[in-house]
């Protein structure tokens, strides 16, 4: 009950266009989910995040959407960019602050110029 | 603003030693979370400390401990170093409230245990 199931594990997209990762729970407690991109030898940045009261939340090219009857979230990456290639980790949690967060098993996404 | 530091960067140590990892958060932020991440298993919560408290626990064994001190600065320890315990160890700093969520990531810690 406690894991976050993410796809896929690898993407590839073209300059320009739109990068979509999905991620399910099960533990229907967590009310807090994250999205973090993390670059080779660096610590995972965090992106954007979204609570269960809202269905879409955008911040920039970087949109979350929040399916809670699903159980699902995804992050839309729009006009991507040869600098997004990353690896992406959706995440959930419950409670107030990062606590205790469960994390996805990644997407390397990869953006062709 | 200094980003969050872990010290050191990277570590060889052989089965049955201990190792002990630090971070320093950024100023102002009182909760340090580490993190294992390895390729198997990917990101793993080990604990969370706030005001020195440790308030939140992971699925690891005992051998895994840290403590957070008076400036929030955080070590964590593993005692006697199994080959399985080879990882990145992250560190991350937050704050919460004020109407503001922020959170950084350190760029970890490389242990090799051989």
């Known amino acids: 009950q406690q894991q976050v199931k993410q796809s896929p594990q690898s993407l590839i997209v073209q300059k320009g266009g739109i990068s979509i990762i999905n991620c399910a729970y099960e533990n229907t407690a967590f009310d807090y989910f994250p999205w973090y991109q993390q670059f080779p030898g660096k610590g995972p940045a965090l992106l954007i995040a979204i609570r269960p009261d809202v269905s879409e939340k955008k911040e920039g090219r970087f949109t979350i959407s929040f399916n809670k009857s699903a159980k699902q979230f995804s992050l839309h990456i729009m006009d991507s960019q040869p600098g997004d290639s990353a690896t992406y980790f959706c995440a959930a949690s419950r409670g107030t602050g990062f606590q205790k967060l469960v994390f996805g098993t990644g997407t390397r996404l990869l953006v062709s110029p | 603003k200094a980003g969050v530091t872990q010290t050191p960067r990277y570590l060889i140590k052989t089965r049955g030693q201990q190792v002990t990892l630090s971070c320093s958060p950024i100023?102002?932020?009182?909760?340090v979370s580490w993190y294992q991440q390895t390729p198997g298993q990917g990101l793993q919560f080990l604990f969370e400390y706030f005001s020195e408290t440790q308030r939140n626990k992971g699925n690891f064994p005992g051998r895994f401990s840290g403590r957070q001190f008076s400036n929030s600065r955080s070590e964590m320890n593993v005692s006697t170093l199994e080959l399985g315990d080879s990882a990145l160890y992250l560190c991350?700093?937050?704050?919460w409230g004020l109407g503001q969520e922020t959170q950084y990531f350190g760029p970890g810690t490389r242990l090799l245990v051989l």
């Open positions: 100023s102002g932020h009182r909760s």
């Open positions: 991350a700093s937050s704050f």
